[in-house]
């Protein structure tokens, strides 16, 4: 099993304050997935990266895959209230399943 | 296009009992995948199917079991529940290697 360790488990922070959460593993992956996931509802994917050293960014999140593309971050500018959730990321694990780390629980507040 | 969508929301359940959840994917998605979610263990895959085939099984025992009809709905059920089987049961759909998930199901077993 391919194991995927996120740190930190929990984040409190202020709105508008920036944060970068990561997710490090030492098995390589061809391509690391990011969901945000609220409470009672399933996760939503918000990105995948596939070539090792890749950044994308999705308005105030920037997210990017290792050169050795066995780890990722996440990093938020300026957090919103609404950026408040758990923070998955997800590589492949044998045949068709997703490894999943155990997450970021992350708390804007106002 | 709609959503992944699983029925129903919330369960309570006995011990002993069994129970069936279902699973409606994205339009024109052939593969399923069943997660299970839990505090202390995040998400688990249980397994995935593809055109009514298992292609891949988790590590539960096999009081988890699933199937998957022509249309690609799929269901799950767990048999002689235990204690320790309430989780969020989560649903996912996928057209090639981005899964895209469902609600869940809340089951509480008391």
């Known amino acids: 099993t391919q194991l995927l360790e996120q740190s930190p488990q929990f984040l409190s922070i202020q709105e508008g304050e920036n944060l970068t959460v990561y997710c490090n593993s030492s098995s390589v992956f061809s391509s690391l997935q990011w969901y945000r996931q609220e409470p009672g509802e399933g996760p939503v994917l918000l990105v995948t990266v596939v070539t090792g050293g890749e950044v994308k960014k999705l308005k105030r999140l920037t997210f990017q895959f290792g050169d050795a593309r066995k780890d990722s971050s996440l990093h938020i500018t300026a957090a919103q209230p609404g950026d408040t959730g758990l923070y998955l990321c997800a590589g492949e694990g044998s045949g068709y399943a997703l490894n999943f780390g155990k997450g970021t629980s992350l708390l804007v507040t106002p | 296009k709609a959503g992944v969508t699983q029925t129903p929301r919330y369960l309570i359940k006995t011990r002993g009992q069994q129970v069936t959840l279902s699973c409606s994917p994205i339009?024109?998605?052939?593969?399923v995948s069943w997660y299970q979610q839990t505090p202390g263990q995040g998400l688990q895959f249980l397994f995935e199917?593809?055109?009514?085939?298992?292609?891949n099984k988790g590590n539960f025992p096999g009081r988890f079991s699933g199937r998957q009809f022509s249309n690609s709905r799929s269901e799950m059920n767990v048999s002689t529940l235990e204690l320790g089987d309430s989780a969020l049961y989560l649903c996912?759909?996928?057209?090639?290697?981005?899964?895209?998930f469902g609600p869940g199901t809340r089951l509480t077993v008391t």
């Open positions: 339009s024109g998605h052939r593969s």
């Open positions: 199917y593809f055109s009514e085939t298992q292609r």
């Open positions: 996912a759909s996928s057209d090639y290697y981005e899964q895209y």
